[in-house]
């Protein structure tokens, strides 16, 4: 969570409300993370059903949200007006008239989802001046594992480099799926200070030593034992390993072992950032690319394109799991 965000809940939690809040930005996490308060924290139970309204940029006229805004609370000393989906409400710039001079009663929420809205507009400019502004930028792939580690320290719920990683490599971007599963991990095991790999397999259902995303590792790293091992789990359970999924990990990691072919004696931070990964997991690569030099990566790109048309049946009719063990063999001949 952002110091901007911070400052924002801490304000809102000591009732020190603004008149108007215009929030915006890719990343849904944070947008829900505000509407929802603003929506059920801000009024009492019993207050919200005369004071609570809740309209829809794609399904409302631009003046039935300034009248709304307009209008005096009833039984209670504030009303809530939260407009979601802004971007989709035709005269968006003609709220600028009700923000000149919003009324004190009000308390204005404007969600702007999906995009950035437009700082030229007199709307957004008057919104920034009069009130809050927080922009929800989206979390790029790589920034992943460390969002995941930062908001395990915001819960008090440890998790570390190799936990935020194989949890980024298998939930994806979705911040609000990553941090439903780790809830769904405390709650089973309130009393645990840690998130572990034994506690990911068990409550999340994902597997390190079987784990589709570090297959490309064991093929390229120097333990053959555990390759076989990986190699034997996901020939006789193919559905553990669709070939796109293998395919699209594969791709992906050999594509960064042939970055990483130019980027000796570079910095790890440096080598991080245009490997897309932290700089831990540098050396790993790095250190990879002595047994994996250009040639030979090429070569297994190029395997990857071969079977990934096999992989849809085209020019091949052979099961997902024979032609995993045929490409690895392949690769690694």
């Known amino acids: 969570m952002t110091a ?6 801490q304000s809102l939690q000591a009732k020190q409300y603004g008149t108007v809040y215009l929030v915006d930005g ?17 009024l009492e139970p019993s207050e919200r059903d005369f004071n609570l309204m ?15 805004c307009r209008r005096f609370p009833m039984f209670a000393e504030k009303q809530v007006v939260i407009l979601k989906d802004a971007a989709q409400l035709k005269g968006y710039n003609e709220l600028a008239g009700y923000l000149e001079r919003p009324s004190p009663t009000t308390i204005f929420l404007i969600e702007h989802r999906g995009k950035k809205s437009d700082g030229r507009s007199k709307t957004t400019k008057l919104a920034k001046d009069k009130g809050f502004y927080f922009t929800s930028e989206k979390v790029r792939d790589e920034q992943v594992p460390n969002w995941i580690q930062a908001y395990g320290n915001e819960i008090s719920f440890r998790i570390g480099e190799r936990e935020a990683q194989i949890l980024a490599t298998n939930l994806g971007s979705d911040l609000q799926k990553i941090a439903n599963e780790i809830e769904k991990v405390r709650i089973n095991v309130p009393d645990e200070k840690e998130l572990t790999t034994q506690l990911i397999q068990k409550y999340i259902g994902i597997s390190r030593e079987y784990n589709v995303f570090e297959f490309p590792e064991a093929v390229t790293g120097n333990d053959r034992d555990k390759l076989y091992r990986m190699l034997a789990y996901f020939v006789a359970n193919p559905k553990s390993a669709p070939m796109p999924l293998v395919i699209g990990s594969f791709y992906n990691h050999f594509n960064r072992l042939y970055q990483a072919n130019f980027l000796q004696g570079k910095q790890e931070k440096d080598a991080a ?34 079977y990934s048309t096999m992989a849809v049946g085209i020019d091949s009719a052979t099961k997902d799991g024979e032609l995993l063990k045929e490409m690895v063999g392949k690769m690694i001949s």
């Open 273 to 306: 950032t245009v490997l897309g990964t932290y700089p831990s997991k540098v050396r790993e690569i790095l250190a990879a690319t002595r047994n994996w030099p250009l040639e030979r990566v090429e070569r297994c790109m190029l395997l990857l394109g071969k």
């Open 4 to 9: 901007d965000l911070k400052k924002l809940f």
């Open 26 to 42: 890719e990343e849904p996490y944070y947008l829900d993370m505000i509407t929802d308060y603003f929506e059920h924290k801000i």
């Open 54 to 68: 809740v309209l829809y940029g794609k399904d409302t006229e631009w003046s039935d949200v300034v009248n709304s």
